[in-house]
T-cell receptor
Framework: AQSVTQPDIHITVSEGASLELRCNYS??????LFWYVQSPGQGLQLLLK??????LVQGIKGFEAEFKRSQSSFNLRKPSVHWSDAAEYFC??????????FGKGTRLHILP | DGGITQSPKYLFRKEGQNVTLSCEQN?????MYWYRQDPGQGLRLIYY???????QKGDIAEGYSVSREKKESFPLTVTSAQKNPTAFYLC?????????????FGPGTRLTVL
């Protein structure tokens, strides 16, 4: 069965520091992978997506993610975080039938 | 301005009452979805619909019902049979594809049972 694991429930980084959020997936075929961000009390916004091709994907707000098939990972990175990046981040995998499986999320805290 | 609207933003219900959450989209998407979000649980699929007058149960459909009479509308009813309805509910829509489509989300409705 398809699944998505985000090992870190909470991550705290200082403003200006680099960020990496981990995501591992389980899927038998070529995965369709997504990262979404959610501010408190709001809906989800798509940061980036991977369908095929270049394994390094650029997204909005300065985020990028790298697909590594050998490690079944799709980690999200940002070189320098801003206080406005504090939010919850969800990794997700498309199931091939228009449905998406979401991880349980990683809440990012930013220290001033 | 295209997007998804959900109303109300906050909803309070007494135990034993049914309540309907509204979801409307003007993105001309064929597929619509309802998710439930609980702290630390991620998003769980309640119901989804890929075409008008047709819908399928998701992973946690018990105690919920939906209708899809119009392409742009997909209301969710939380019935009294739902044992623990207090949660944040998110509606989403997408075009049809084969797993390679993103879903667009509404702002959510927070339901509290008193």
């Amino acid at each position: 069965a398809q699944s998505v694991t985000q090992p870190d429930i909470h991550i705290t980084v200082s403003e200006g520091a680099s960020l990496e959020l981990r995501c591992n997936y389980s899927y038998g075929a070529t995965p369709y992978l997504f990262w979404y961000v959610q501010s408190p009390g709001q809906g989800l916004q798509l940061l980036l997506k991977y369908f095929s091709g270049d394994t390094l994907v650029q997204g909005i707000k300065g985020f990028e993610a790298e697909f590594k098939r050998s490690q079944s990972s799709f980690n999200l990175r940002k070189p320098s975080v801003h206080w406005s990046d504090a939010a919850e981040y969800f990794c997700a995998v498309g199931r091939g039938d228009d449905k998406i499986i979401f991880g349980k999320g990683t809440r990012l805290h930013i220290l001033p | 301005d295209g997007g998804i609207t959900q109303s109300p933003k906050y909803l309070f219900r007494k135990e034993g009452q049914n309540v309907t959450l509204s979801c409307e989209q003007n993105l001309n998407h064929d597929a619509m979805y309802w998710y439930r979000q609980d702290p630390g649980q991620g998003l769980r699929l309640i119901y989804y619909s890929q075409i008008v007058n047709d819908f399928q149960k998701g992973d946690i459909a018990e105690g919920y019902s939906v209708s899809r009479e119009k392409k742009e509308s997909f209301p969710l009813t939380v019935t009294s049979a739902q044992k623990n309805p207090t949660a944040f509910y998110l509606c989403a829509s997408s075009s049809l594809g084969q797993g390679a489509v993103e879903q667009f989300f509404g702002p959510g409705t927070r339901l509290t049972v008193l």
